[in-house]
């Protein structure tokens, strides 16, 4: 069953079970880019999906990455939307990964209304001497002694939360398994495929399956939460990178192949859209807190060029009007 609920803004609901007809509801082509909430009500588990498309191109295409670093990125930013969606906050979620060796940071924001933007620092020739020994890297070969970082910046009259774990396994996915087993001690399972296509076209796809804490709600038919999670794992393994990346494969069809015996309800997706930040009265500020001297060194052919590492974007001021 796949059951999208009414809401307030009046939508219609699909529902179907025990052989009963239920009411057709032909649904448009995906979205390339958006992140889902589901739930698996007889299994008391929450999950979330996200499909990107062209926005990955547009958050990495204008700073020229090398493919190693154009991954890492799409995939840091895919990671970024999924555990940001699991959040009620509003402001700023950002995922952080620093440390030593050819990459020195990934860092992708996502605001509480979908923007989302992303940046990496790297050492070419570090990277390049590293992929010729080792093909395949691991996390730890590619940012060493490195660590991983959760902030969720509400404004400055909000209490910042943040959670910060060591980088391990294979990969940034691994890391936060890692993080949610040994800090939130939160049931958590995802699976991730993030690729570029013949064209130059990434795309990216995830689901995130959580347990809802309120376990003292499920009916005592159902089976033992343990072997809910269990069963919802196993099948979430299933899932094929083929199929997260397939632009014609809808969500609702999707969850329907992996959870059909689960009671899938699925809930509004939420648009995701690059957008960065920056603007000259933010930079502008920034100089001003310059001193003389600092401003004098910044300035080059009578003007102060600044360059936005999230979105590449230059901006050019007088240092006359400072």
Same mark, same amino acid.
């Given at each position: 069953?796949?059951?999208?609920?009414? %809401?307030?803004?009046?939508?219609?609901?699909?529902?179907?079970? %025990?052989?009963?007809?239920?009411?057709?509801?032909? @649904?448009?082509?995906?979205?390339?880019?958006?992140?889902?909430?589901?739930?698996?009500?007889?299994?008391?588990?929450?999950?979330?999906?996200?499909?990107?498309?062209?926005?990955?191109?547009?958050?990495? $295409?204008?700073?020229?990455?090398?493919?190693?670093?154009? =991954?890492?990125?799409?995939?840091?930013?895919?990671?970024?939307?999924?555990?940001?969606?699991? =959040?009620?906050?509003?402001?700023? @979620?950002? =995922?952080?990964?620093?440390?030593?060796?050819?990459?020195?940071?990934?860092?992708?924001?996502?605001?509480?209304?979908?923007?989302?933007?992303?940046?990496?620092?790297?050492?070419?020739?570090?990277?390049?001497?590293?992929?010729?020994?080792?093909?395949?890297?691991?996390?730890?070969?590619?940012?060493? %002694?490195?660590?991983?970082?959760?902030?969720?910046?509400?404004?400055?009259?909000?209490?910042?939360?943040?959670?910060?774990?060591?980088?391990?396994?294979?990969?940034?996915?691994?890391?936060?398994?890692?993080?949610?087993?040994?800090?939130?001690?939160?049931?958590?399972?995802?699976?991730?495929?993030?690729?570029?296509?013949?064209?130059?076209?990434?795309?990216?796809?995830?689901?995130?399956?959580?347990?809802?804490?309120?376990?003292?709600?499920?009916?005592?038919?159902?089976?033992?939460?343990?072997? %809910?999670?269990?069963?919802?794992?196993?099948? =979430?393994?299933?899932?094929?990178?083929?199929?997260?990346?397939?632009?014609?494969?809808?969500?609702?069809?999707?969850?329907?192949?992996? @959870?059909?015996?689960?009671?899938?309800?699925?809930? $509004?997706?939420?648009?995701?859209?690059?957008?960065?930040?920056?603007?000259?009265?933010?930079?502008?500020?920034?100089?001003?807190?310059?001193?003389?001297?600092?401003?004098?060194?910044?300035?080059?052919?009578?003007?102060?060029?600044?360059?936005?590492?999230?979105?590449?974007?230059?901006?050019?001021?007088?240092?006359?009007?400072?």
């Amino acid at each position: 069953m796949i059951d999208r609920p009414e %809401n307030p803004e009046g939508n219609t609901k699909q529902s179907g079970q %025990n052989g009963e007809s239920a009411e057709v509801v032909s @649904f448009p082509l995906p979205d390339d880019s958006h992140v889902l909430t589901f739930d698996l009500e007889r299994a008391s588990l929450r999950g979330r999906i996200v499909r990107l498309g062209p926005v990955l191109n547009n958050l990495i $295409d204008p700073h020229g990455y090398p493919d190693k670093i154009s =991954l890492m990125v799409a995939e840091t930013a895919t990671l970024a939307i999924l555990l940001s969606s699991m =959040l009620k906050y509003e402001g700023v @979620f950002i =995922l952080q990964a620093q440390g030593e060796g050819p990459v020195t940071r990934l860092i992708s924001d996502v605001t509480s209304g979908g923007d989302v933007r992303a940046t990496a620092g790297y050492d070419l020739e570090k990277l390049e001497e590293l992929l010729q020994k080792t093909p395949d890297p691991q996390i730890a070969d590619l940012i060493s %002694n490195g660590y991983l970082a959760f902030t969720v910046d509400q404004g400055e009259y909000m209490e910042r939360y943040q959670g910060i774990v060591e980088l391990r396994g294979k990969s940034l996915e691994d890391s936060i398994h890692h993080y949610f087993a040994q800090s939130e001690q939160i049931g958590t399972s995802i699976k991730m495929a993030v690729k570029q296509d013949g064209k130059g076209q990434w795309r990216a796809g995830a689901i995130m399956l959580q347990h809802v804490p309120e376990h003292d709600q499920i009916p005592q038919d159902y089976k033992p939460v343990p072997d %809910n999670w269990n069963r919802a794992r196993i099948l =979430l393994e299933t899932c094929k990178s083929e199929e997260l990346l397939d632009l014609k494969l809808h969500d609702e069809t999707l969850l329907y192949r992996l @959870f059909h015996e689960e009671g899938v309800r699925v809930y $509004d997706p939420q648009p995701i859209q690059k957008g960065c930040r920056c603007t000259p009265e933010k930079l502008e500020h920034i100089l001003g807190l310059l001193s003389e001297e600092d401003i004098a060194h910044a300035t080059k052919d009578g003007e102060i060029r600044m360059t936005c590492e999230f979105c590449n974007k230059d901006f050019c001021f007088d240092p006359e009007k400072l």
